[in-house]
């Protein structure tokens, strides 16, 4: 081999070289990169177990919530329609029909319409049966009238009276 061939060879050698450290350095950065990628791979993966867990907590707490929600509803129809009943005993006057309402407030406002319905069916009940009123018996009799009288005939009648 010629020494030309040789510096050729050995430069050769050296790029390869350097080709080859270059490839390593290459090979342990992206090494390095993947244990950093594949530790927030566990880190993220470890997170995700921890809010599939609070999230079924939340599901638990949730359907508990849902649970109370419904008991306190139909305590609540039950408190609505026992003061209904209540507010009717003491107002037997007013038809149960009229008293309708789910809540508390739709009572209230059905109770007073009710009092006023009932209120101005009585009024014109009272009124058509004044209008239709005959007195009992004659108009009460009345004296004569004196002041178309004379001084005469007022004392002449008084002494008529009087004698009887």
Same mark, same amino acid.
């Given at each position: 081999?010629?020494?030309?061939?040789?510096?050729?060879?050995?430069?050769?050698?050296?790029?390869?070289?350097?080709?080859?450290?270059?490839?390593?350095?290459?090979?342990?950065?992206?090494?390095?990169?993947?244990?950093?990628?594949?530790?927030?791979?566990?880190?993220?993966?470890?997170?995700?177990?921890?809010?599939?867990?609070?999230?079924?907590?939340?599901?638990?707490?949730?359907?508990?919530?849902?649970?109370?929600?419904?008991?306190?509803?139909?305590?609540?129809?039950? *408190?609505? !329609? =026992?003061? %209904? +009943?209540?507010?009717?005993?003491?107002?037997?006057? #007013?038809?149960? /029909?009229?008293?309708? &309402?789910?809540?508390?407030?739709?009572?209230?406002? *059905?109770? !007073? =319409?009710? %009092? +006023?319905?009932?209120?101005?069916?009585?009024?014109? #009940?009272?009124? /058509?049966?004044?209008? &239709?009123?005959?007195?009992?018996?004659?108009?009460?009799?009345?004296?004569?009238?004196?002041?178309?009288?004379?001084?005469?005939?007022?004392?002449?009648?008084?002494?008529?009276?009087?004698?009887?």
């Amino acid at each position: 081999m010629s020494d030309s061939e040789l510096t050729d060879t050995q430069e050769e050698l050296a790029a390869t070289k350097a080709e080859l450290e270059q490839l390593q350095v290459s090979t342990a950065d992206r090494e390095a990169r993947a244990a950093h990628l594949e530790s927030e791979l566990g880190d993220a993966l470890a997170e995700l177990a921890t809010a599939q867990d609070t999230a079924k907590a939340r599901d638990l707490e949730l359907a508990g919530l849902g649970e109370r929600a419904q008991t306190l509803e139909q305590q609540v129809q039950s *408190a609505t !329609q =026992r003061y %209904r +009943e209540q507010a009717l005993q003491q107002a037997p006057e #007013l038809p149960e /029909e009229l008293v309708t &309402g789910d809540t508390v407030e739709e009572i209230d406002t *059905a109770l !007073q =319409r009710a %009092r +006023e319905t009932v209120s101005n069916v009585r009024g014109r #009940l009272e009124s /058509e049966a004044q209008a &239709g009123r005959v007195p009992a018996g004659a108009p009460p009799r009345s004296g004569p009238d004196l002041s178309a009288m004379s001084a005469d005939e007022k004392i002449r009648f008084g002494l008529q009276q009087r004698s009887g």
